[in-house]
């Protein structure tokens, strides 16, 4: 559940340099490849906010799933059952985290065994 990898190369700068054999000077580099590598020391490891998972709905209620009650006849008999709204949900966003992480690029080793 929830994160991955950055899924957008070049989104991230410890995702991988793009060149050959982790050399910047080999052919085959291109510019956004350099700038990424000069970057990297701007970059933080650490992730302050991620996008939620909850939805609003018309009344303004926060949740995971809305479900409507129906009300449906079958052989004379009233049976109620649930029906999972998919429509007029409005995702919550982007939250900002309480205590940051670490992203899951990070390529250094925090802690040996």
Request: glycine content about 10%; proline content about 5%.
């Amino acid at each position: 559940m929830g994160g991955s990898g950055s899924k957008t190369k070049g989104y991230w700068p410890f995702a991988g340099s793009g060149s050959v054999d982790g050399d910047p000077t080999k052919e085959g580099v291109d510019e956004q490849s350099l700038a990424r590598l000069r970057s990297f020391r701007n970059a933080t490891p650490f992730v302050f906010t991620r996008r939620s998972s909850l939805y609003f709905d018309e009344d303004g209620d926060l949740a995971h799933e809305f479900y409507e009650e129906t009300v449906v006849t079958k052989n004379g008999r009233k049976r109620a059952k649930l029906k999972k709204i998919q429509k007029n949900l409005i995702p919550q966003g982007t939250i900002k985290l309480e205590h940051p992480c670490i992203h899951v690029d990070f390529p250094v080793v925090l802690c040996e065994v």
